[in-house]
């Protein structure tokens, strides 16, 4: 390494993980799913467990995942994610094992999968991304979708009285004896940029332990979906899904935290 060299080193502030592959985020521009691929490859590099790690992506944004990462990845059925990480984590309970699930998927068909493996305390981590609509295939309304919220499949708005009411299920999920970690993040700002990669850590550092269920959710925009540019698609973020998912930790060594 020549002094050009050491210099740029030193003068470093960003590198990309040598976990990701060289191929294109396929998510929109200004979507937070880019964010959170990029931290879990981080947080992976620093342990240095690539070797023994195995991510689950079911169908969603999330579908192409094993494109991007320099580890194995398996594909799941939709909703099947936390089955089939129940059986890669039961086989090889050594492997780090993670879900990568949007809110469709963990909250509507996989509801059953998910609280289930969370009651049993199964020890994977899940990463949650909530973006409050079907954001793949549509726009279509999701378990997660804001009352009054316009979607391809409720145009007018969500209306409670006949639609029922948005599920915040990570709060349901903390009540289970079995999680032992939960937190809710974003990814809109810097600040929270690193706040959800200490939990991703965290999330990591648990199942090394044999603590049990971490579970990292990130509220995260759809500007594609919610019909917004990326600047104005945060704001709103801010503004309307903050209110009903408050961000913060929910669980932490076990304990429920008061909210």
Not at 59 to 70: E, K, M, Q, R, T
Not at 196 to 220: C, D, H, P, W, Y
């Amino acid at each position: 390494m020549d002094v050009k060299d050491i210099i740029r080193e030193e003068n470093l502030v960003y590198k990309k993980s040598r976990l990701l592959t060289d191929t294109p985020f396929n998510f929109c521009p200004g979507c937070g799913h880019g964010t959170v691929v990029r931290l879990i490859a981080e947080v992976i590099e620093e342990m240095g467990i690539e070797h023994d790690t195995v991510g689950i992506s079911p169908v969603g944004c999330s579908v192409f995942l094993y494109d991007f990462y320099d580890f194995d990845v398996v594909e799941a059925a939709h909703g099947r994610a936390t089955a089939v990480a129940t059986g890669i984590k039961r086989v090889m309970p050594d492997k780090f094992v993670f879900t990568y699930q949007g809110d469709g998927d963990l909250a509507a068909i996989g509801t059953g999968e998910t609280i289930h493996a969370c009651n049993r305390g199964e020890n994977f981590v899940i990463v949650f991304i909530n973006n409050g609509i079907y954001g793949m295939t549509g726009g279509q309304m999701a378990p997660t979708t804001l009352e009054g919220m316009k979607t391809a499949t409720c145009p007018r708005g969500r209306d409670v009285k006949t639609m029922g009411y948005p599920l915040n299920i990570t709060p349901l999920l903390a009540q289970l004896d079995g999680t032992y970690y939960v937190t809710r993040q974003a990814v809109h700002t810097p600040a929270a940029v690193r706040k959800t990669k200490r939990a991703l850590r965290q999330a990591f550092e648990n199942q090394k332990n044999k603590k049990g269920m971490s579970i990292v959710e990130v509220v995260s925009n759809c500007n594609s979906g919610w019909g917004l540019p990326p600047l104005q698609a945060n704001r709103w973020m801010e503004e309307n899904m903050f209110a009903k998912y408050q961000l913060g930790d929910m669980k932490v060594d076990g304990v429920l935290q008061m909210r």
